[in-house]
Every structure is written in structure tokens, then in C-alpha cells.
């Protein structure tokens, strides 16, 4: 995955802005950092394995007004000193940093060993620096250089390099997002535009196949098309993300932030109807010509089937969810006329947009729901929404999934022509405003015990059989505690094996009276097995169980809104109680661009 950052000025000092545009980036891998600042026409390297700030510190950098920097999440070659990027040339004169994997890089390898290169790292990404020298070696000037390099490589990238003496970055795009910034002083490229808030909101999106040029002064972009090079006029977009959205104030982690920014991102989406309404108009529109499938990854999986109820429920819309690294395989229906809905926050899961290539292939149109301003999936689609919910910075989603809840919830009701929408959502956002407290202190206490609990089950009925999904998801990624989520009533058809003694399983009770009575007639089938029960319920409802927090619900569509955020709150604590940085979970990462 790896985040990457480029920094070219009309002024030197690029060196501060580069470490704080990649501790922006390590969501997306932090095994090994590294910068390369290029002062008095020469780049000097400061690379190695950990985090940035581990890695630049205590060290005086030369600082100069041209730098790339990166951060890592290893997939060719191990974690070393050497594998780290910036990756540079045999005579240090190109370094390069890069995000993707490039095909067939092996035979590109060995010919340039063959011509004398010396390689130092088992990385795909150092023959790019070395293929760059080449080119110059030869005669070419410094964009063609590049431009001569990028045209052999095979396999997604996005890479930045910079040349001795020149001031200026060389950038190419291939399935690995890359977004210039405008500046003032100077021209700016990351691979998001979180990691550049610090210096710009104005931004232009790299597209696959183009290459760019950056100086202090000047943005140009082509096309890269067989041997030709097609200019590319486009214009650079404003973002409205502050860079205060990245900071954790007050909160000890972003993750316990996130958590409490959703009542505001609530009457943010309550306020906004109007933004929703041509987005719903159209799908309502695409809908007449064929059906409807959502694709998503990991919690915006759990968002797609509370979508597919609400779609069902509300507007009559009947719909399959795939679950997005499965989609390949179970699509083949797949026609022209039908609709594709992709749901990712970050616009960047590879998987994600593996589907929404398939399905453009069949000739079916794409909508997507999306977070992040200017992320490729927005751009390989017909038509995009955004959910507004700002930054995101934990690695498991939080606000995300409830502004995806929200903004599908909204979407379906304009569909099926109910109003009141925006009320509806302005009560909830004040009912969690006002509970906030109330949650975080029975999530403390039921953290208490099961903090010490190998496993713990998370079970729904209806529509928060997903949210029981989202809860056992949760949990166990940042707890690294077993949890599992299940359909109340399927959990005799196996998983009831599992209840002993003290078993915890927590349980969302419905609001309908009909499912209720079900639900509760699955409590007692756990808790006669000996499970401890925890239960979050609708206020003043009798239900059997030894542990619950009362909640104020009192519409079941509403309700996956209201009963995530104690399950968001479980998960924290609990990872908290245990050690565990919620906000960098080992083994993931939030934006998962490889297949
Ligand atoms: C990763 C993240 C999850 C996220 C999933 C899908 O696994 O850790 O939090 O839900 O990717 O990401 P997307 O950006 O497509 O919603």
C-alpha cells in the first residue's frame, strides 16, 4: 500500500512539511520511512525501518526546496533498511519513491545488471531510479528520462521522482492514487489529499496513464498513450476538509474522536437532503433498466446490506450485496442496463474498484457513495455521493459507517418519496449528542469484562443483524478478541455449541414488538446454555439479560444509528484496556489498495 509525498518550492525547506504529510499517510503502512531532499543540486537520502518520527530523528537533514518522501507497507522485499524508500540510482542523481507493485520487474532487474547498475534493495521500485539514470545516461533530457521509464513499467503506480538539479518532481499514475496540490509558494503531490491539508485545499486528481510535472510555479499533465503524449487541461478543485480534522484535540486516540464527531456529521447529512435528492433521482432513473447489485470491503460491506434492507423496506428495491474481493467470482449475471452501487470510504480499496471495472466492462453503470474527495472511485463512476463525513484517520471505521447508514437511509427514503427525512436524523444526532455520556459509561464497564473473554458474540435480528456484523468486526480488529456476529434466530444452527459458562454475547433488541419477541426468545436460548448477556435495547422494554443500556429508539430504521455506537465504544475500550492502539491495529491498514 505505502503513502507517498512530493514537495517542490520556489524557496528551501521542505523537510518539516514532508515528515508531517507522511505521518498523515501512515494509514497506510508504517514499517519503514523514508525522505529525499534534494540542496545545492544534490539529494541526500535519510531512510530507515519504523515510523518517520523514528526515523528522522535527531537527524540534521540539509534541507532544500525540492523533496519526496514515503512510508511503507512492505510487499516486495522484506522490512529493511534497504527496502525502505527513497530509492535512488547508482550515482544518487534520481530518487524515486513509489506506491503499487510493478509487473515483470525481475527481467528489467537483470538487464540492468547486465549494464553495470548496481542494486542494492530487493525491491520493484529501486530499477525505476536506476531505469531514470539510464535514459539520461543515453541522452535523454529529464522528462524524457522519466517519461521514457514509466512507458516500460507494467502493474500499478504511483511514483515520484526527482532529478539532481532540477527543480522539479516528474509524477506518473497507474492504479495507485496520487492528487497534486496548488500552492502559493509552490506545488505539492501526496497520496491523498489528508496528507497535504497542512499546505493546500485546492487540488487537481491525477487519472490512470497520465504522467505530470511540477515546479514552484507550474503544473502540467499528460496523457500517456502509446508512444504519444496528450496534454491534459484540468481543473483544480476546492476541498472543504479543514486540516484541524486532523488533529486529535482533546482525545487520547482519532478513533474515540470519530466516535464522537457523529452526531454532527448526522445534522450535517440531515441538513443536506437537497445534495442526496439528484444522486437518488438518478439511480431511481438507472434502476429502470436493470438490477441492482452494491459491492463493498469490510465495514462498508456491513453498510451495503443495511442498504440493501433499507432500499427493500422503504423504496421496494430489491438488490444483492457482494461482498467487493468476492465480486469477481459471483457477477457473471452481470448485464448491460444493470446498476453496480459501490460503497467505499476511501475510494481506494482495490478490490472495490476490481468490481467497478468488471462491471463497466459488462457495459453496467456505476454509482458509488464515497468519503474521500477526488479518490478513484469517484472517478470511474457515472455518478458519485458523498457521505461528508470528513477525515478519517483510526484505521476502523467509525463515523464512516454511520454517515454511509445515514446517507443510505436518505437515499432510499427520497426514492420511495417519504419526508420528514431530515427531522428524522436531526433527532437522532441530538439523541446521541445528549447520550453520549450515558454510552461511554456502560461501554467502560461491559470493556471491564470482556476485556479478559476469549470470545464474544454479537447477534441481530433484521436490520441489525449487520450492525451484530459491525459490532463483532469492531471488536476484534483493534481487541484482537474473537468475536463474531450472527442472525439472532440462525444461531442455533450451529454457534450455539460454542456458549460455556460466562459467554458473552451482545444482543441488539428490536424495536418491533413481533421481532422482539423472537429476539428475546434467543436470549433465553443463549443465557439457559449459561451465556452473560448484554443487551442494548429500546428504553422501558422487559427483557431478560444480565447486563443492558437503555436507549431512546424508537423507529427500527433508525435504530443500526443509535445501537452502533455503544458496539464502537465496546470495541475501544476494550482495546484500550488491553494495550492495544486502536488507532493502528496490527496487520491492517485503512486503506487497502492490493488485491
Ligand atoms: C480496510 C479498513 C476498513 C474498511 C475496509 C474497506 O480493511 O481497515 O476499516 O472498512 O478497508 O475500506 P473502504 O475504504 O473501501 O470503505
Known sequence: ???????????????????????????????SAGIAVMSDGKIEVVKGVGTIDSVVGGIEIRDGPVGIGH???????????????????????????HNGTLDDFEDMRRELITKGHELRSETDTEVVAHLIEENLKSGDGPLSAFVNTIRKLKGSYAIVSMISGERALFLARNKSPLVIGLGEDGNYCASDVAALLHLTNRFIFMEDGEIALLTPSSVEIWKLEGGKMEKVDRRAEEVDWSPQLLDKGSFEHFMLKEIHEQPHILKKIAESIDYYTRFSERLDSLLRSGSLTIVAAGTSYHAGLIGKYLLSKLAGIRSEVIIASEFPEWSSHLREGDVVLAISQSGETADVLEAVRIAKSRGSKVVSIVNVPGSTLTRMSDESVFIQAGPEVGVAATKTFSAQVAVLYVISSLISGRSGISDELAGVSELLRNSMGDLEGFSKEMSDLLKDK????????????????????????????????????EYKHGPLALIEEGTPAVVMVPVNEELRKKAVYNIMEVRSRGAFTITIQPKGVEVPTDASLEVDVEDELLSPLIYTVPLQLI????????????????????????E
Do not use: Q
Open 1 to 31: 500500500m505505502c503513502g507517498i509525498v512530493g514537495i517542490v518550492r520556489k524557496r528551501s525547506g521542505v523537510a518539516e512539511d514532508l515528515v508531517k504529510s507522511l505521518k498523515k499517510l501512515e494509514y497506510r503502512g508504517y514499517d
Open 71 to 97: 512510508t511503507r507497507w512492505a510487499t516486495h522485499g522484506g522490512v529493511s533498511p534497504e527496502n525502505a524508500h527513497p530509492h535512488t540510482s547508482c550515482h544518487g542523481e534520481v530518487a524515486v519513491v
Open 454 to 489: 476469549e470470545h464474544v458474540f454479537f447477534l441481530g435480528r433484521g436490520i441489525n443483524y449487520p450492525t451484530a456484523l459491525e459490532g463483532a468486526l469492531k471488536l476484534k480488529e483493534i481487541s484482537y478478541i474473537h468475536a463474531e456476529g450472527y442472525p439472532a434466530g
Open 571 to 594: 470495541a475501544y475500550y476494550t482495546a484500550v484496556s488491553l494495550g492495544r492502539n486502536p488507532d493502528k491495529p496490527r496487520n491492517l491498514a485503512k486503506s487497502v489498495t492490493v
